[in-house]
């Protein structure tokens, strides 16, 4: 396995007055939340599972196969676990499929994810062409590895990963094994390894040797009870890996023939993992491909051949490509698969361009051939990106005057257009309190703003890229180095989007005293500045056809108590899916209800100007706001 490099990260809840830089968990899974509309709509008819079952989660959906499990709790990774058997886990939390916190989280114990299998045929076996009964002495197994917390939060000791069996006898689920909650260091300090694997033997023919025998996990979890609602997030992580089912095993079988990937390949940007297609030029730093470990799970010395190529999306065309030859691989050996790549991206694309980077390895015997190639999505759209989109953490400053810069040097002078920045949500919606949003310019760290919008709140914006867009409202050319941030109005976590999978902490700057201070955090805010021409740029490149809806208010200025809202919007029918907030110039709400096509302004709410910000009542994402004056 690779050499673990522990990252500590302090999270201070209950000392704010001491605290500058906070590092805090999900509440929310934006990648589920909007793939688990996809899911629902490809959902089918119950398949039986023939022998053997065998899942170490590889695919590159964040769902579990619907080939082989019923349900779509869990969420498939390789950001969250600690050098995983294979690429890829099940990470079991406390967001529910939505990918938002459960309605039903409290601080004692609730019961958060389940990963229930399809059901699965114990009552036969193929044999040749042919089907034969299980009998128990086939001996069956199964088999898991699993690992508390990984780099995410740990789970305590009133908490447990599961699993139970579903017994088509009785038509009842019962336990079979559990383990209380534990953090990565002690659980890697007990058993010695990132990963223990447990072996279950089933013997009892007339309780599951039928058809519809069932196996399903889930994790008990618990929230902190923290009376900073901005702080709170996801918690109690669980990470399982390779799950085997099969007959002929035994206690100690628990040796694969198997050589896979354990990680996927990184951008071979040397300082970005995006950067404007217009801006890209031969001149900027590539790496080679030095991170494709991949590991021999067997007993057995494996002649492994690897290859890595490039492929053009725009054409399907492959760019580049280079054979690694053959290695005999050691047992239980992890190598590294270095790809020198002597390549600077080309294509007949104009605009934008897409790249993908795939490894492939190959050796005879192998039980498991989809963790035997990788994928990463090289982009160049119109943003320069040091995060790879997805966050493990939240990041925030704790006093109500910090300013927050992050650093970015670019290639060529260009107008600065948008500013993208990914906000998770938090516990009752509590960081939506206003900053401003601040460039500056500076050689070694921030010195003189340059540009500074008032009256900004964190958006949560229901798209497949789930950055929100803040439009620069005056022409703005930059060259060289610049940093984006914000100046707070309020001590509360504003909760960017932390990526600890790439690491730019030496761009992270932040001044809470007057003074500008390196972050002391591995890894990426995820913030990205937007040149040129404006489009698209989702992951899968799909437009979002979903209407945007614009209210306004009327009269304005108001006059009396009650404020009308309406909108031009031709299918909209339901004031109630919303809810209003009215809030004043320091981001203090000041009322919030559901919202009608009248409201009543409550009385001490005095003359001034004010805003009012409009969000989806469901799931808190943002839909419009506007500002209106009270003079009565």
């Not at 989280?105 to 994810?113: E, P, V």
């Not at 990963?195 to 309780?207: A, G, H, K, Y």
Request: some cysteine.
């Amino acid at each position: 396995m690779r050499i673990f490099k522990i990252i500590c990260f302090f999270i201070f809840i209950h000392s704010f007055a001491f605290s500058q830089e906070i590092i805090t968990n999900l509440s929310v899974n934006f990648q589920q939340k909007e793939q688990i509309k996809t899911f629902r709509k490809n959902e089918k008819s119950v398949n039986y599972v023939f022998l053997p079952f065998m899942d170490d989660f590889s695919n590159e959906s964040i769902f579990p196969s619907q080939d082989l499990w019923s349900d779509n709790f869990v969420f498939i990774n390789n950001s969250f676990p600690i050098n995983p058997i294979t690429v890829g886990v099940a990470t079991f939390d406390a967001l529910n499929d939505s990918g938002m916190i459960y309605s039903n989280a409290n601080s004692s114990s609730f019961i958060a994810d389940y990963l229930t299998s399809q059901h699965v045929r114990l009552d036969s076996v193929y044999q040749g062409l042919n089907l034969v009964p299980v009998r128990v002495s086939d001996s069956l197994y199964l088999s898991f590895f699993y690992q508390p917390q990984g780099i995410g939060n740990k789970p305590e000791g009133q908490d447990s990963l599961v699993l139970e069996f579903f017994s088509p006898a009785d038509s009842l689920w019962h336990w079979v094994w559990s383990d209380a909650g534990q953090s990565y260091q002690s659980f890697h300090d007990t058993y010695h390894v990132d990963f223990r694997q447990v072996m279950i033997p089933i013997t009892d023919s007339l309780m599951y040797f039928k058809k519809d025998f069932k196996f399903r996990f889930f994790n008990y979890a618990s929230i902190a009870n923290t009376y900073e609602p901005s702080w709170a997030g996801s918690v109690d992580q669980w990470h399982l890996d390779y799950v085997y089912l099969n007959i002929n095993r035994n206690l100690n079988d628990t040796i694969y023939e198997d050589v896979a990937f354990v990680d996927r390949p990184k951008s071979l940007l040397t300082k970005y993992q995006s950067v404007p297609w217009s801006h890209y030029t031969s001149s900027i730093q590539m790496n080679n491909v030095d991170s494709l470990p991949y590991t021999n799970l067997s007993s057995f010395t494996k002649n492994v051949s690897r290859n890595f190529s490039i492929i053009d999306k725009f054409d399907n065309s492959v760019a580049f490509t280079y054979s690694g030859g053959n290695l005999n691989q050691l047992p239980f050996a992890t190598e590294n698969f270095y790809a020198p790549v002597s390549y600077t991206f080309t294509s007949l694309s104009t605009d934008t361009a897409l790249f993908e980077l795939r490894g492939v390895i190959n050796t005879t015997p192998d039980i498991n051939r989809s963790n035997d190639t990788i994928r990463f999505y090289q982009r160049f759209y119109n943003y320069y990106a040091y995060d790879d989109g997805t966050p493990e953490n939240g990041y925030g400053l704790s006093t109500n005057t910090a300013k927050l810069a992050y650093r970015f040097t670019i290639t060529q002078a260009d107008t600065l257009k948008e500013i993208q920045m990914f906000f998770n949500q938090t516990y009752q919606n509590a960081n939506q309190k206003q900053f401003y949003l601040t460039i500056w310019t500076g050689n070694t760290q921030p010195e003189n703003v340059i540009y500074e919008k008032a009256h900004i709140l964190p958006i949560f914006e229901d798209e497949l890229n789930k950055f929100h867009s803040y439009n620069i409202d005056t022409a703005l050319v930059l060259n060289g180095t610049f940093y984006i941030g914000w100046r707070q109005t309020t001590a509360d976590n504003l909760n960017i989007g932390f990526d600890r999978n790439t690491n730019s902490k030496e761009n992270i700057f932040y001044n809470v005293n007057g003074n500008w201070m390196s972050s002391m955090y591995d890894g990426s805010l995820m913030i990205r500045p937007v040149f040129g021409k404006l489009f698209n740029t989702s992951v899968n490149n799909i437009t979002n056809n979903k209407e945007k809806i614009k209210f306004s208010v009327y009269p304005n200025p108001l006059n009396n108590t009650t404020l009308n809202f309406k909108t031009s919007s031709e299918s909209f029918n339901d004031f109630s899916q919303y809810t209003l907030k009215i809030v004043d110039f320091l981001g203090k709400v000041l009322f919030q209800n559901e919202l009608r096509e009248k409201i009543d302004i409550p009385d001490n709410i005095s003359n001034g100007i004010y805003f009012y910000v409009i969000t989806n009542k469901a799931n808190g994402v943002f839909i419009d706001n506007g500002k209106f004056i009270i003079s009565k």
